[in-house]
């Protein structure tokens, strides 16, 4: 299998998950330039995920008759003239418009690489590792994209971000240009075929696991970092430090989950979804206490985002690797983030001592309910496939 593509795909991935979190890295210095709260700036991210969850279909429908590598050209080029324009307007609501916009773009290109990634795949059985190559740029975007924003704002400024990023964008489309090979486009059948799938429970409820593990991960994980600072009493630079560790462990787990996803999927998911309750319930109990925090939030980057290649896998058996149904699971794994750390902030608010355990246990409820509709789902598919006896 050529895997020059993926590797490129990889990249344009790596360059939207990078955008998504930049504003985080640069709070304070896009506060004071727009004389507007933190709290204001950080809701650029939510902005950014709305776009990805509600957009991003509308786009990939928009596009479903468009050939996937001209679809990916122009949707990253376009990506790439927004991202390069937000400093050109020093307005708030004009900046989370290009926000929204910005993110919408980036929905639409999850969504055709890993479609492009699946039909890259030399059979169906090798999917999952193509897509795990590809997936491969989102976690190191979570990793990359706080810090590198966070140092050319302190070296440059805040606007010199975005023009980077868009800047990249546009060499990246350059490059994808001239080394992602031509697809044809979805036949009519073939978008009808995909759209029939929608109506199927099974799709559904398969999109409702990604919900819930995503949602049970960054549940916890939004709030890691007062859970280490606060309760366990870790440094600043510490804690950086841990963070950087929890990015490795996603890219590690990635990659060994995306190994073995095509073959032991419903294996590593219920794998996952035990040791990812255990690791938040750890951390719920004994937080305060450095020698557990630190490996529970480690074993929570580990099997926690990373247990997407088996979420694909689960999805495409069912409804095949279209890029609507492929970004449509990109919508439903970023409504997971969205919910999973709204309802961890409701929990700690409503806790007696505002501590971050709540989002904790808020975390390991919604694992082990993944893991129930799991165990649903497979008790559902054996009874169905149970031989019948013959009759007389």
């Not at 204001?40 to 950014?48: N, P």
């Not at 059985?125 to 924003?149: E, F, W």
């Not at 075929?193 to 696991?209: G, K």
């Not at 971050?356 to 309910?369: D, E, N, Q």
Request: net charge positive.
């Amino acid at each position: 299998m050529n895997k020059r593509p993926l590797y490129w795909l990889m990249l344009t991935l790596l360059l939207v998950a990078m955008s998504e979190l930049q504003t985080m890295g640069m709070l304070p210095d896009m506060a004071r330039s727009l004389g507007a709260s933190t709290a204001a700036i950080g809701a650029f991210i939510s902005i950014y995920s709305f776009g990805m969850a509600i957009g991003g279909p509308l786009i990939a429908w928009a596009l479903r008759k468009v050939p996937p590598k001209t679809a990916l050209l122009g949707v990253v080029t376009a990506y790439a003239v927004m991202e390069a324009a937000v400093p050109l307007v020093h307005n708030y609501w004009w900046i989370a418009a290009l926000r929204l916009l910005t993110g919408t773009l980036g929905g639409a290109v999850f969504g055709l690489t890993l479609t492009m990634a699946a039909r890259l795949a030399p059979s169906p059985d090798r999917i999952a590792s193509s897509i795990t190559i590809v997936l491969n740029g989102l976690m190191l975007g979570a990793v990359l994209g706080l810090p590198i924003s966070h140092a050319i704002a302190t070296a440059w400024n805040w606007q010199t971000s975005f023009v980077a990023l868009g800047s990249a964008g546009l060499l990246i489309a350059m490059l994808d240009l001239r080394t992602l090979p031509v697809l044809p486009a979805a036949s009519a059948q073939t978008t009808a075929d995909e759209l029939q799938q929608f109506r199927s429970p099974r799709l559904w409820s398969r999109y409702l696991i990604s919900l819930l593990t995503i949602g049970a991960t960054y549940g916890a994980f939004s709030y890691f970092t007062p859970l280490l600072e606060q309760d366990a009493g870790f440094s600043s630079n510490a804690t950086t430090a841990i963070l950087f560790g929890y990015g490795l462990c996603t890219v590690i787990g990635n990659h060994l989950v995306g190994r073995h996803a095509d073959r032991h999927a419903v294996t590593l998911l219920r794998v996952g979804h035990f040791v990812l309750a255990g690791s938040l319930v750890l951390l719920a109990l004994f937080a305060h206490l450095p020698w557990a925090a630190l490996p529970g939030v480690l074993l929570v980057g580990l099997v926690g985002v990373t247990m997407n290649p088996a979420l694909i896998v689960r999805v495409v058996e069912v409804a095949g690797a279209g890029n609507l149904v492929n970004t449509v699971h990109t919508s439903v794994i970023t409504l997971g983030v969205v919910a999973g750390s709204a309802i961890g902030g409701v929990a700690i608010s409503g806790a007696d001592d505002s501590s971050s355990a709540a989002a904790m246990w808020t975390g390991a409820t919604l694992a082990i309910l993944a893991t129930c509709v799991l165990t649903a789902q497979t008790v559902e598919h054996k009874r169905r496939v149970r031989p019948q006896p013959v009759r007389d």
